[in-house]
C-alpha cells in the first residue's frame, strides 16, 4: 500500500499498528510510537510478548546518527536455594504434524528486561509525555482487545503453559459471574488485563525503579522462589545495554542490524554479504538455488562454534572480515562443482517463534525497528500485576550450549534482528520479523528481493519462502520452478513442500521511506500485519 505521508507503523496486530500511529498523529516521534505500539501488543498479541519478557530497539535517523538498545534476558547471577533443584517442567506443545518440548516454571525466568529498554528508551528519546506515550497500551489492558483467528490459535496452542499455574489460568481464561471457566479466550473474546493497566500507571507514577529496586521487585523474585535463580541482585543489576548496531556495507548502502552477543543479525549480516557477492559472480545459477545456499552458510558458522564465541569482543571483525567471506563463497562454488555434502548441520529450533515486531518511521525520518518476545512464557503470573514471566532460560533455541550454562550475569543471545537499510547515510528500509530461527532468512529473503531483485516492498514480503534445517529445505508454494527443484535435489537438498503460506516462516513488517519522505509499508499476513498510517 503506498501512501503520501509523514509517519507510518508495521506491525503484527491492526491495533499494535494503530496505537504507534495515533502517538504519530499527536506529534509524538518514532521511540513514542514504539512505545505506544508495544505496551498494546501485549493485549493484541498476548502470547507473543509481554511485559515480563525482552528485546531490542534500533533507532537511526537522517543524520546518520544510530544506536541499539538491548534489554534482552540475562542469566541470574544467584543460584538455587541450597538442595533445591532448580524448576524447568517440560511442557509437550502439539504442533499437528510434530511435538515439541518447551521448558517453564521458576528456573526458567530470565530478568524481565523489557519495560526497562522501553522506559530509558523514551528518557532518551522520547518527545512526548510518558503518561501521553502509556495511555494507548494501559486503555488496551483495561478495555480489552479482541482476540483475531491467530493470536487466538496461538492461546489455544500454549494451553498446556497457559493453565499451569492458577495466577497464569486467570488471566487467559475468562471469568464468569465470579467463576473462573476451563476454556480459555477463544476468537472474539476480548482479551484484558486489568491489572498489567494498574502496574503500568503505577510506574508512570512512580518510575521504573520501582519495578527493578522496590516492592514491586521483590514480588517478582518472590514468584521465582525457591526453584528459581532470579533474585534481587538480578533486577538491580543493570538492566538494558546500550550497543552499537553491527554495521556492514552491502546491496550498495548500509545494513544496520542486531550486535553480538545476539547471533541473528551477524548470520544476517554474513548471509548478506555472502549473497550479494555470489549473486554478482555466478549469474548463471537461479536465485532459490543461491539463497539456499547462504543461508546453509549461515547455519553452518553455528556448527563451526559461533554460539560459543558469540561474547568475544571481535567476534563481528572475524566472521565479516573478507577473506571469511571468501573461504564461504568458495565453499559454495565447490558444492556446485563436487557436490559434497559433507557439512550438514542442525540448529535447535523453537516452531512457534513466540516473537513480535514493530517498525516505525515518524514524519523527520526517525526509524524505529524493535522485536521483543517473552519465550512461550514461563507460566508465572506475578500476583496482583498482570505480568506473565518469560521462560528465556527455558528456551533450548535460545541456550543452545545447554541450560544455565552461561555465567550468572551475562547477557543471552538471541536471533532476534531489528534491522535497517541506510542509504545516503539515512533509514530507507526499516524491517524484522519474529519466528525463531527462521527470522533471520525471512528478513535476508525480503531484503534481498527488495534491494537486489527490486521488488516492491509488498510483494518482497509476500513472495514465498524457504527455510533449511540440516539437509532440509522447508518450502513455501511457488517459490521452486521444476528446473530449480532439480538443482536443489542434485546438491543433496530433501525438500518438504508445504501447502500454503505459515507463520512457521517468520513475519516481516517492514516500512520503506523514499528520498523524497514518502513512505510505503507492508504487514507480513503470516503474521496477522498490519500498517497504520499518521
Excluded at 121 to 132: F, R, T, W
Excluded at 208 to 216: S, T
Excluded at 255 to 260: E, G, I, Q, V
Excluded at 385 to 390: A, Q, R, S
Aim: glycine share 12%.
Amino acid at each position: 500500500m503506498n501512501r503520501d505521508r509523514k509517519g507510518m507503523v508495521a506491525a503484527g496486530h491492526p491495533a499494535t499498528a494503530e496505537a504507534g500511529a495515533a502517538i504519530l498523529k499527536e506529534g509524538g516521534n518514532a521511540v513514542d510510537a514504539a512505545i505506544a505500539a508495544i505496551t498494546t501488543s501485549f493485549i493484541a498479541e498476548p502470547v507473543l510478548t509481554a511485559p515480563g519478557g525482552g528485546g531490542f530497539m534500533l533507532i537511526a535517523d537522517t543524520s546518520n546518527r544510530s544506536i541499539l538498545y538491548d534489554g534482552f534476558a540475562h542469566m541470574p547471577l544467584g543460584s538455587a536455594l541450597t538442595g533445591i533443584k532448580p524448576e524447568l517442567k517440560a511442557v509437550p506443545i502439539d504442533f499437528g504434524d510434530t511435538t515439541q518440548t518447551f521448558h517453564v516454571g521458576q528456573g526458567a525466568v530470565g530478568t524481565p528486561s523489557l519495560l526497562a529498554m522501553l522506559f530509558h528508551a523514551h528518557k532518551e528519546h522520547g518527545k512526548l509525555p510518558l503518561a501521553e506515550v502509556l495511555a494507548p497500551g494501559v486503555d488496551a489492558a483495561r478495555s480489552g482487545i479482541r482476540l483475531n483467528h491467530l493470536q487466538a490459535s496461538f492461546v489455544k496452542l500454549l494451553k498446556p503453559i497457559l493453565t499451569d499455574t492458577p495466577e497464569c489460568r486467570s488471566l487467559y481464561a475468562p471469568v464468569q459471574q465470579g467463576t473462573q471457566i476451563s476454556e480459555l479466550w477463544r476468537e472474539g473474546d476480548s482479551f484484558r488485563n486489568p491489572d498489567l493497566a494498574n502496574t503500568l500507571e503505577m510506574l508512570t507514577i512512580e518510575g521504573i525503579k520501582e519495578m527493578y529496586h522496590g516492592d514491586l521487585a521483590k514480588e517478582i523474585v518472590k514468584a521465582c522462589t525457591p526453584y528459581g535463580l532470579l533474585g534481587m541482585e538480578d533486577m538491580r543489576a543493570e538492566q538494558v545495554h546500550i550497543r552499537k548496531p553491527l554495521a556492514i556495507e552491502v546491496l550498495g548502502g548500509t545494513l544496520l542490524t542486531n550486535p553480538p552477543p545476539s547471533s541473528g543479525g551477524l548470520l544476517i549480516a554474513f548471509a548478506t554479504a555472502v549473497l550479494d557477492r555470489l549473486m554478482q559472480e555466478t549469474s548463471d545459477m537461479p536465485w532459490p538455488i543461491l539463497v539456499a545456499e547462504g543461508l546453509r552458510a549461515a547455519s553452518l558458522l553455528r556448527r563451526e562454534g559461533l554460539d560459543s564465541r558469540i561474547h568475544d569482543l571481535q567476534i563481528s571483525e572475524q566472521i565479516l572480515e573478507p577473506k571469511h567471506l571468501i573461504e564461504a563463497i568458495a565453499k559454495i562454488h565447490n558444492r556446485f562443482l563436487t557436490l559434497n555434502d559433507d557439512e550438514e548441520v542442525r540448529e535447535p529450533d523453537n516452531r512457534h517463534g513466540s516473537t513480535t515486531h514493530i517498525s516505525v518511521v515518524d514524519r523527520d525520518g526517525m526509524a524505529v525497528s524493535m522485536t521483543s518476545s517473552n519465550g512461550e512464557g514461563s507460566g508465572i503470573v506475578v500476583p496482583g500485576t498482570g505480568i506473565h514471566l518469560n521462560n528465556m532460560l527455558g528456551e533450548e533455541d535460545i541456550n543452545p550450549l545447554g541450560f544455565h550454562a552461561l555465567a550468572g550475569g551475562a547477557t543471552l543471545s538471541s536471533m532476534m534482528a531489528p534491522s535497517i537499510f541506510l542509504e545516503n547515510g539515512k533509514p530507507s528500509l526499516v524491517l524484522g520479523s519474529g519466528g525463531s530461527n527462521r527470522l533471520r532468512g525471512a528478513i535476508l529473503q525480503a531484503l534481498l528481493r527488495y534491494r537486489l531483485l527490486g521488488q516492491d516492498i509488498e510483494s518482497a514480503v509476500h513472495a514465498p519462502r524457504l527455510h533449511n534445517e540440516g539437509c532440509e529445505l522447508d518450502i513455501e508454494p511457488g517459490f521452486l520452478g521444476d528446473h530449480e527443484r532439480e538443482l536443489l535435489i542434485s546438491l543433496g537438498w530433501r525438500l518438504r513442500d508445504w501447502q500454503k503460506p505459515s507463520v512457521y516462516f517468520g513475519g516481516v513488517h517492514a516500512i520503506i521511506r523514499n528520498p523524497t519522505g514518502n513512505l510505503h509499508g507492508c504487514g507480513d499476513p503470516r503474521r496477522g500485519g498490519a500498517i497504520a498510517f499518521a
